[in-house]
C-alpha cells in the first residue's frame, strides 16, 4: 500500500476539477492545467477532497498510486500558488538581462548566449539572480536546468550558475596541495 497515494488532496477555494476518463482538467486563480490519468486508477470528487484509489491490486497499478496522486497534488498547488525556482549566477564579468522574451547571458564565452523563454514560463532576473516561476512544477524545473546547464558551477572558484539552494564543495587548488606538502 502506498502511503502518499492513501492521502486526500484538499481543494483550495477557487479550484475547480474536471474529471474525465484519461485527464483532469484544474482551473484555479492562476490558470488552467490538464494532469494525465495512468490507466487503472479511479479518482473521485467527494466535497472538497480528491481520492485517487488503483482499481485492482496488481502491482503495475499500485507502483504508480503514490506518483498518480501527487501529479494531482502538484497540478492544484500550481494554479493557486504557482512554483518558482532561483538561479544565482557567479564570476567577474558574468551578466544577465532580460530583454522582452528573451534572456541574454554574458558568461565569458566569446558570444552572448540567448534563450528564449517558453510559453508559460515567467523569468524575472534582479542583480545577479535568476528567477524562474510559473504553474507548472515540470516545466520550471526544467526550464531552470536548462539555463543552469549554460554554465555549471566549477569546483574551484564557484564560477557559474547555480540554483539558490545548491552548496558547491570547494576544492583546494594545485597552489594550496604545494604549500601543505
Known amino acids: 500500500m502506498s502511503r502518499i497515494g492513501k492521502l486526500p488532496i484538499e481543494l483550495p477555494e477557487g479550484v475547480a476539477v ?6 483532469l482538467t484544474i482551473n484555479g486563480p492562476k ?3 490538464t ?3 495512468v490507466e487503472g486508477f479511479k479518482i473521485e470528487q467527494k466535497e472538497q477532497r480528491i481520492e ?3 482499481q485492482s491490486e496488481a502491482d503495475s497499478a499500485v507502483k504508480f498510486w503514490g506518483l498518480q496522486r501527487t501529479l494531482i497534488a502538484n497540478a492544484i498547488i500550481g494554479v493557486t500558488t504557482g512554483f518558482s525556482k532561483t538561479l544565482e549566477v557567479n564570476g567577474v564579468g558574468y551578466r544577465v538581462a532580460l530583454q522582452g522574451n ?4 554574458n558568461l565569458g564565452f566569446s558570444h552572448p548566449i540567448e534563450y528564449i523563454v517558453p510559453e508559460g514560463i515567467e523569468l524575472k532576473v534582479e542583480q545577479s539572480n535568476i528567477i524562474v516561476s510559473g504553474i507548472d512544477k515540470q516545466k520550471v524545473g526544467a526550464v531552470a ?3 543552469r546547464e549554460f554554465k555549471k558551477p566549477e569546483p574551484y572558484k564557484g564560477k557559474g550558475i547555480k540554483y539558490s539552494n545548491e552548496v558547491i564543495r570547494r576544492k583546494a587548488g594545485k597552489t594550496a596541495v604545494k ?3
Open 31 to 33: 490558470g488552467e492545467l
Open 18 to 23: 474536471k474529471i474525465e476518463p484519461l485527464f
Open 35 to 37: 494532469c494525465n490519468v
Open 52 to 54: 485517487v484509489t488503483p
Open 179 to 181: 604549500a601543505a606538502g
Open 102 to 105: 528573451k534572456l541574454v547571458l
Open 145 to 147: 536546468a536548462s539555463i
